[in-house]
């Protein structure tokens, strides 16, 4: 059973930057991929990024490309997401995903992640 924390969400001016950090505990090697989404109120759970586990590679929504960095410690067993110059639009609740058992086709479909954290909320303001 994999258990995903997100930690790291905060407040913070526009054009600052939050290090969102997501320990993955047990099954870390069943893990295909990982992913952040967010989703901010009344609105659909986003793709931010994703991280294939054998290949890393990464995949990025337009909208963060240049800003946002998704990598991984292997010894920390942990999924990062550095976020850089900030916007108001940024702001929601931001979760760590976990694929395991199967890798992802799209990546950046929430259905093809099958383990959730609970979210850690970002909220950048102008």
């Known amino acids: 059973q994999v258990h995903l924390v997100e930690s790291g969400g905060g407040l913070v001016h526009a054009g600052g930057s939050l290090r969102l950090s997501c320990p993955v505990s047990?099954?870390?090697?069943?893990?295909?991929?990982m992913a952040w989404f967010r989703q901010a109120p009344g609105q659909e759970r986003d793709f931010v990024a994703s991280l294939s586990w054998g290949s890393e590679g990464t995949r990025y929504a337009e909208s963060v490309k240049g800003r946002f960095t998704i990598s991984r410690d292997n010894a920390k067993n942990t999924l990062y997401l550095q976020m850089n110059n900030l916007e108001p639009l940024d702001s929601a609740v931001y979760f760590c995903?976990?694929?395991?058992?199967?890798?992802?086709?799209?990546?950046?479909?929430?259905?093809?992640?099958?383990?959730w954290g609970q979210g850690t909320q970002v909220t950048v303001s102008s």
């Open positions: 995903a976990a694929a395991v058992g199967a890798s992802p086709r799209f990546f950046y479909l929430p259905y093809e992640y099958n383990y």
């Open positions: 047990g099954g870390f090697f069943s893990v295909h991929a």
